[in-house]
């Protein structure tokens, strides 16, 4: 769809935009609690998209993986039905995003890598998709595939209904943070692979993102950089060479690769910063657009930003990066 019967509030992102997309993010890491006292009441949001018309490619039953005590309850798991979960601006601008939250792949954190990051970008006219997607743990077929099949469908789904949803076609990234960072890394290199049977006319539609947003994401699935609970919940525990380099980002790059934005954390210690270095030399290698912002501090999971700390300047950094072609 073209998405020309309408008119949006603003074509590009300028420097006002940036500074408002600032303020915003900052106010969110000052109110918004990790885990909201009553979580219902911002999710779900009072859109909710389905993504697959009957059951999900390769469901063969399964258990769900035990989470540790200190993880949150809006952590979410148990996703038989994964959805796209609309947050809406109230003057839409035309550009879209598809967040994947992160997770570790064990559960998806839709509190600080989700609805805070709606709420943020929101606030300067984008329209936000968070993607309650399948973990590949809970007995799906073909594990390795399941997230990808997922965010392939939505951003189909996204595009095809473009004009319905009042944004520009041609205007839609993927923003992904940690594990999160990871499948929006491989919707970048592997968004043309086929990884499930159509099932309607909406698979017909591309599902390359615009542009690629990697917020301290896991990249690398072997050696001292890899994450091991990602790569063994996305792989299993035995995965081939093959398998491995397979959902590999930075070994995936080629041409066909869109831009990309990178923002890491030096001290982190969960995810090493060289996962972002190595997907950095890749996309430069292949000739593909990249920006890569690293910081000395923030650890892992800063979402937003931490207040008060040069990480919270990097929603701004994304929307200055976007508005630079």
């Given at each position: 769809?073209?998405?020309e019967?309408?008119?949006?509030?603003?074509?590009?992102?300028?420097?006002?935009?940036?500074?408002?997309?600032?303020?915003?993010?900052?106010?969110?890491?000052?109110?918004?609690?990790?885990?909201?006292?009553d979580?219902?009441?911002?999710?779900?949001?009072?859109?909710?998209?389905?993504?697959?018309?009957?059951?999900p490619p390769?469901?063969?039953?399964?258990?769900?993986?035990?989470?540790?005590?200190?993880w949150?309850?809006?952590?979410?798991?148990?996703?038989?039905?994964?959805?796209?979960?609309?947050?809406?601006?109230a003057?839409?601008?035309?550009?879209?995003?598809?967040?994947?939250?992160?997770?570790?792949?064990?559960?998806v954190?839709?509190?600080?890598?989700?609805?805070?990051?709606?709420?943020?970008?929101n606030?300067?006219?984008?329209?936000?998709?968070?993607?309650?997607?399948?973990?590949?743990?809970?007995?799906?077929?073909?594990r390795?595939?399941?997230?990808?099949?997922?965010?392939?469908?939505?951003?189909?789904?996204?595009?095809?209904?473009?004009?319905?949803?009042?944004?520009?076609?041609?205007?839609?990234?993927?923003?992904?943070?940690?594990?999160?960072?990871?499948?929006?890394?491989?919707?970048?290199?592997?968004?043309?692979?086929?990884?499930?049977?159509?099932?309607?006319?909406?698979?017909?539609?591309?599902?390359?993102?615009?542009?690629?947003?990697?917020?301290?994401p896991?990249?690398?699935?072997?050696?001292?950089?890899?994450?091991?609970?990602?790569?063994?919940?996305?792989?299993?525990?035995?995965?081939?060479?093959?398998?491995?380099?397979?959902?590999?980002?930075?070994?995936?790059?080629?041409?066909?690769?869109?831009?990309?934005?990178?923002?890491?954390?030096?001290?982190?210690?969960?995810?090493?910063?060289?996962?972002?270095?190595?997907?950095?030399a890749?996309?430069?290698?292949?000739g593909?657009?990249?920006?890569?912002?690293?910081?000395?501090?923030?650890?892992?999971?800063?979402?937003?930003?931490?207040?008060?700390?040069s990480?919270?300047?990097?929603?701004?950094?994304?929307?200055?990066?976007?508005?630079?072609?």
């Amino acid at each position: 769809m073209s998405g020309e019967g309408w008119r949006p509030h603003r074509r590009a992102f300028g420097a006002g935009a940036a500074l408002a997309m600032l303020n915003a993010s900052e106010a969110l890491a000052r109110s918004v609690p990790t885990a909201p006292a009553d979580w219902s009441s911002v999710w779900p949001p009072k859109e909710v998209i389905w993504l697959w018309p009957g059951d999900p490619p390769g469901w063969q039953g399964g258990v769900t993986p035990v989470l540790p005590a200190e993880w949150p309850p809006n952590y979410l798991r148990s996703i038989a039905a994964p959805t796209l979960n609309v947050f809406r601006p109230a003057r839409p601008n035309g550009q879209a995003l598809l967040v994947c939250p992160g997770g570790a792949y064990v559960a998806v954190s839709a509190a600080n890598e989700g609805v805070d990051v709606a709420k943020a970008f929101n606030a300067v006219g984008v329209t936000v998709f968070v993607l309650a997607y399948r973990l590949p743990g809970e007995g799906w077929r073909d594990r390795a595939d399941t997230p990808l099949q997922d965010v392939q469908r939505a951003m189909r789904i996204i595009r095809g209904r473009a004009e319905t949803f009042r944004i520009r076609p041609d205007r839609i990234g993927v923003l992904g943070f940690s594990a999160g960072g990871h499948l929006a890394a491989t919707l970048a290199v592997d968004h043309a692979q086929p990884v499930y049977a159509s099932v309607d006319d909406l698979d017909r539609v591309d599902a390359r993102p615009d542009f690629a947003g990697l917020i301290y994401p896991v990249i690398a699935m072997d050696g001292a950089d890899a994450h091991p609970r990602s790569r063994d919940q996305l792989l299993g525990p035995a995965p081939s060479t093959d398998l491995v380099k397979s959902r590999s980002p930075m070994q995936r790059v080629t041409v066909s690769t869109p831009r990309c934005f990178i923002a890491h954390a030096v001290d982190d210690q969960t995810v090493p910063v060289d996962n972002s270095l190595r997907m950095l030399a890749a996309l430069r290698a292949a000739g593909v657009g990249c920006e890569g912002h690293l910081f000395e501090k923030g650890g892992h999971a800063f979402g937003l930003g931490r207040s008060g700390e040069s990480n919270a300047l990097w929603p701004q950094l994304f929307v200055r990066w976007l508005g630079s072609t």
